[in-house]
């Protein structure tokens, strides 16, 4: 009895631990995660469907699924949260499966409507009409949602957006040689880790691998930083701006 009024109080689990016991194989402290967070995961799911999801919807089943997958891809050195980032993860999951199911749809409607009734071929152009307006609503929510999530990673490098508009190289040229540092940091490993834990351009390592000076690269800072940010983080949106730079 006196031995537990002196046993050390056993130390809580972070969730950076929770998870990174998981991602080394530990099924059961998976799945007591993922139990406790069903109704947040209810919860997401729900708001991107605009209705009450039950646990034996298929949407909840695919939000399920994604909150997995979110566990298996996070790390806490991209500077988001579980929660932050598995909340984007089951949104554009969910948002592909009512694509999938939509498509199938009008497919379907497309072919009952192939004897020419004019009823059920404007019924199958105002569905699509409807489905392409909900999608479009939705992406504009998810890439405001991205948008705040990135602006909250920045924030950690002491960057914000306005930064970047102030910022960003005005040639394309420019643009492009940003980006191949932020490739490089993104592969790198050591300069990866750096950019990471120090919050700070490896510039001293950078210049044994890229020929660009150093006068360039301290000018572009912010904008290489945040580039790489997107490389390493789960960023749909900004990526497609990325490809936007390195296609011009």
Not at 65 to 71: K, L, R, S, V, Y
Not at 107 to 129: C, F, P, R, V
């Amino acid at each position: 009895m006196l031995s537990l009024l002196f046993m050390a109080k056993k130390r809580k689990r972070t969730m950076e631990e929770t998870v990174h016991s998981i991602q080394q194989g530990d099924s059961i402290l998976q799945n007591e995660l993922i139990h406790s967070y069903k109704p947040f995961i209810a919860k997401t799911v729900s708001s991107v469907c605009k209705r009450y999801i039950h646990e034996s919807d298929d949407e909840f089943s695919i939000g399920l699924i994604a909150f997995n997958e979110a566990i298996q891809k996070y790390s806490p050195e991209k500077g988001s949260s579980l929660i932050s980032f598995s909340e984007v993860l089951i949104k554009r999951r969910v948002i592909d499966y009512i694509r999938s199911q939509s498509k199938h749809q009008i497919l379907k409607l497309d072919y009952n409507s192939a004897d020419g009734d004019e009823d059920q071929t404007s019924n199958s152009i105002e569905n699509e009409l409807s489905i392409d307006n909900y999608i479009r609503k939705t992406d504009e929510e998810l890439r405001r949602e991205e948008i705040i999530q990135f602006s909250q990673v920045l924030e950690q490098f002491e960057l914000s957006f306005s930064d970047l508009i102030e910022q960003s190289p005005k040639h394309a040229d420019a643009r492009k040689n940003a980006m191949i540092v932020a490739k490089l940091i993104a592969d790198k490993e050591e300069l990866k880790q750096i950019l990471l834990e120090k919050k700070r351009l490896p510039i001293k390592q950078l210049e044994n691998y890229v020929s660009i000076s150093r006068k360039t690269i301290e000018r572009n800072r912010k904008y290489i930083i945040a580039m790489t940010l997107i490389l390493l983080g789960d960023y749909v949106f900004l990526r497609d701006y990325i490809k936007g730079v390195l296609e011009t």
